[in-house]
């Protein structure tokens, strides 16, 4: 069901008595709310003590939105915690709750041949059969040829203009593809994406020397626009606010591919996952995505934001101690700050730090594909700015499976970067889940526009509940731990030109003083962890108490130098306690 299938009146001005029709619940506590999704009310009936996990289950079967695929806002703020209670998060009787869904656009395609070898290709759900011919064909290995390539479904040829999204709709549906004369390609739908088996007639894939990618493009030369700017209706640039924190080459490669690819023609597809305008950019081709950008003014709560939120009051993001219009730049900060083992990189530098942060830089882009509800001309106050990152292959979230697969090193980094950047948005659909060289799965953490907020009140870590955490860092991972200094930090972000307001220095100086002080003492990514995160959402975490601790035995007018020794020495007593 999409968010458009759901046709509903508008809510009426007076209050409902009504129960017809509603998600209803008659307990005594219960109160009636309404839900906002797509410019439509819902009203619907919760207790008070209703957990958060529970309303988001009764919209389940309501309404049928998986309750993992929901997001709820009340009042500016994110009903992050699914243990909370309605009344925890202060929602009474009449109040209006923002339902946004998180809707997978890409569908993984395994095409996967009977030799045993396979590629997997990314579509959007809304292209059509044509263009997933078009996909297979560029993998070469006898597909080239789109003619030849003819796809059934259900016994039916599918014709071209067909959406792929058809195709997943039934989930007890087979599609074939046959491929005249070399190969057929049997697909059936697994879960949410489509898996394409190859049955090819003759070893035609060994002859041609198997399976392996579709050769791409690789752009040479700069085509950024330097010169007037409103000459041309596309338009995309670098923000560089010190000429002398130059752009690494594999940015500059990320921001060419995508501004050809929008000279192209490749508009930019918005994705209908998550709370803010967020979209792919595309290659030349059309056939590869290259980034993804994230304007600012399309934020969660922003103006222009295109997922029907209302707009901040009060200038706050919808995670405490964040303002809306900042999250492009926390997305530069994340990568900057996830430095690779040999320390801060520099021009020629790793690619990927410690965690894999994607690369993330802050540009500016006219399109007139972007969310312009007043209208669009080529005009200066038409153009984004926002942060581009590098679109990184994967094959889902974190959120599609359990988490006894990944791999231990591969959660622990993760759990370094959190801590260090007291990341208030680590749900598990903000890991993609990728492959390595080696073929081992990478886990990748994207969307940190809520990393280093002013305070620590909504920190969570779905982490925290993950087994991997209850094991002790390795060595190195320690190593890379003890060799973080939040002051080079805070010179780094400012080098870069981002200028780090006291209150988010100040976090991240607690916090990387609280991962050192952690693993001196031997304590698991939960322990640490755990001193980061509420338990509820009413109960201060240990952190913010260790802060206010410390705040308290300043005299007015003291540095900000001796509030974190203060700091330091509260936490440290905090520590040996826990740990003796
Ligand atoms: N670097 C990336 N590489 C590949 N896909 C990405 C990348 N960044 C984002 N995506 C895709 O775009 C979707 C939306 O991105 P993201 O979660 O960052 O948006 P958001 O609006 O900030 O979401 P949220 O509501 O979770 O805060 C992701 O679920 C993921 O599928």
Request: net charge negative; glycine share 8%.
């Amino acid at each position: 069901m999409s968010v458009a299938d759901v046709a509903l009146s508008r809510v009426s001005q007076e209050p409902v008595h009504s129960t017809a029709g509603y998600c209803n619940n008659q307990a005594g506590d219960s109160i009636l709310i309404y839900l906002s999704i797509a410019g439509s009310m819902i009203p619907m009936r919760v207790l008070e003590s209703d957990p958060i996990a529970s309303v988001k289950l009764r919209i389940q079967t309501c309404k049928g939105f998986v309750a993992k695929k929901q997001k709820l806002v009340f009042g500016g703020r994110e009903l992050a915690r699914n243990d909370s209670l309605v009344k925890d998060y202060g929602i009474k009787g009449g109040n209006v709750l923002h339902l946004v869904l998180k809707l997978s656009d890409l569908l993984l395609i395994t095409v996967r041949s009977t030799c045993g070898k396979e590629f997997e290709l990314h579509v959007d759900r809304n292209r059509n059969v044509g263009y997933l011919k078009q996909r297979i064909a560029r993998k070469g290995k006898g597909f080239e040829d789109v003619d030849e390539q003819e796809i059934f479904c259900n016994g039916e040829k599918v014709d071209d203009q067909r959406l792929v999204d058809d195709l997943c709709k039934d989930n007890d549906a087979v599609i074939h593809l046959v491929v005249q004369k070399s190969a057929k390609v049997r697909a059936k739908p697994v879960e949410k994406d489509l898996e394409l088996s190859v049955i090819a007639e003759s070893d035609l894939d060994e002859r041609k020397g198997g399976i392996v990618g579709g050769g791409e493009d690789n752009p040479e030369g700069l085509h950024i626009v330097t010169n007037e700017p409103f000459l041309s209706d596309i338009w995309l640039k670098p923000v560089i606010v010190n000429p002398k924190a130059q752009l690494p080459f594999f940015a500059w490669d990320m921001i060419n591919s995508t501004f050809e690819g929008l000279q192209a023609g490749n508009h930019p597809i918005r994705s209908s996952e998550g709370t803010g305008g967020t979209y792919f950019m595309q290659n030349k081709t059309g056939f590869e995505y290259v980034s993804i950008f994230k304007p600012i003014d399309e934020e969660p709560m922003a103006v222009n934001n295109p997922q029907g939120l209302p707009a901040s009051i009060n200038g706050e993001g919808l995670k405490k101690g964040t303002r809306v219009g900042e999250g492009a730049v926390r997305e530069v900060a994340a990568y900057v700050l996830d430095h690779p083992k040999s320390g801060p990189r520099s021009l020629s530098g790793e690619m990927l730090g410690f965690a894999g942060v994607p690369p993330t830089c802050m540009v500016q882009c006219l399109h007139e594909g972007f969310n312009h509800p007043d209208g669009y001309d080529c005009a200066p106050e038409n153009v984004k700015v926002g942060s581009l990152q590098m679109f990184m292959k994967n094959s889902g979230s974190c959120e599609d499976m359990g988490p006894g697969a990944f791999p231990v090193e591969q959660v622990h980094k993760i759990t370094v970067f959190d801590i260090r950047m007291a990341n208030a948005d680590r749900h598990a659909g903000n890991i993609l889940i990728g492959k390595g060289d080696d073929g081992r799965t990478v886990l990748i953490p994207i969307d940190h526009g809520y990393c280093l907020p002013e305070s620590f009140e909504d920190c969570t870590f779905d982490w925290l509940y993950w087994p991997q955490s209850r094991k002790p860092y390795t060595p190195e991972t320690i190593a890379y731990i003890k060799s973080l200094d939040a002051e080079q930090d805070i010179a780094l972000l400012k080098s870069y030109g981002l200028d780090v307001p006291l209150e988010c220095a100040r976090t991240l100086r607690i916090s990387t003083m609280l991962l050192k002080k952690g693993v001196e003492r031997g304590l698991t990514p939960l322990a640490i962890g755990s001193i980061m995160c509420r338990e509820n959402i009413n109960k201060e975490s240990a952190i913010e108490q260790i802060v206010k601790e410390a705040q308290d035995s300043l005299l007015p007018g003291m540095s900000e130098a001796a509030f974190i020794q203060s700091v330091s020495e509260v936490l440290d007593s905090w520590l040996d306690k826990l740990t003796n």
